[in-house]
């Protein structure tokens, strides 16, 4: 199977993973968990049973926007997590805790990635137009604005892979705090299918991020030849 058939497979699957993770967030969103208290509560007593005092739980706009933001310390919830006590905002608090928790033990693969960031944030500007500079001189034999292009590529694809473990340690983590404060049962298997789904975006985005690295290798080694 060609590149471009495997690309359009990998932007299909994410485009259904998508649109499941929105259903199931919302399914999940209209049951109240065991705990009875809403996703604020259970991430500042999630840190709280860990040990990690400097760091703030903030409401910020937005659906599908929760992150920890290890440069400033804050657990930053999306309005509806923060504010509902349903059993998607206690996943969703706690996994976005596992990463504080990450944080605060050293999680090697967490360090890893957060050093990442600010060469990302860098290369990411240029990249593209090394890539298409790189293809337009192809044409004329020249392959190492190219290399360039796919070596800064690489970069992302790397960051992509390395949140893989990231992302499922956090769900593994906020799964096990979650278990032991009593939601078990069809709650938990609830809880950990509506992360299961947030986890497959990151997979689908690492697939896709690794063909498109492939295929410009690809095109290169085919002008070489």
């Excluded at 769900?171 to 032991?180: I, K, V, Y």
Aim: aromatic share 10%; charged share 15%.
């Amino acid at each position: 199977m060609s590149f471009t058939f495997l690309m359009i497979l990998a932007m299909g699957a994410g485009f259904l993973i998508q649109m499941m993770l929105k259903n199931k967030m919302n399914q999940y969103s209209q049951e109240v968990n065991p705990l009875g208290i809403t996703g604020r509560e259970i991430a500042e007593k999630m840190l709280k049973e860990n040990g990690i005092f400097d760091v703030k739980v903030i409401s910020t706009p937005g659906q599908l926007t929760d992150h920890y933001n290890p440069t400033d310390k804050t657990v930053n919830l999306s309005e509806l997590v923060y504010e509902s006590n349903s059993i998607t905002a206690a996943a969703v608090s706690a996994h976005e805790c596992g990463h504080a928790v990450q944080h605060a033990t050293a999680y090697s693969m967490l360090g890893f990635r957060s050093q990442l960031v600010p060469v990302l944030n860098i290369t990411n500007k240029i990249m593209p137009f090394v890539i298409m500079g790189g293809f337009l001189l192809l044409r004329s034999g020249i392959t190492f604005p190219l290399i360039i292009g796919i070596a800064l590529y690489g970069l992302t694809t790397l960051f992509a892979i390395i949140t893989l473990p990231v992302e499922f340690d956090a769900s593994n983590r906020a799964l096990a705090w979650l278990d032991t404060k009593g939601m078990q049962g069809e709650s938990y298997d609830k809880a950990k299918d509506s992360l299961k789904w947030a986890a497959m975006t990151y997979v689908v985005n690492a697939i896709a991020s690794v063909l498109n690295l492939l295929y410009y290798i690809s095109i290169l080694n085919s002008r070489r030849s």
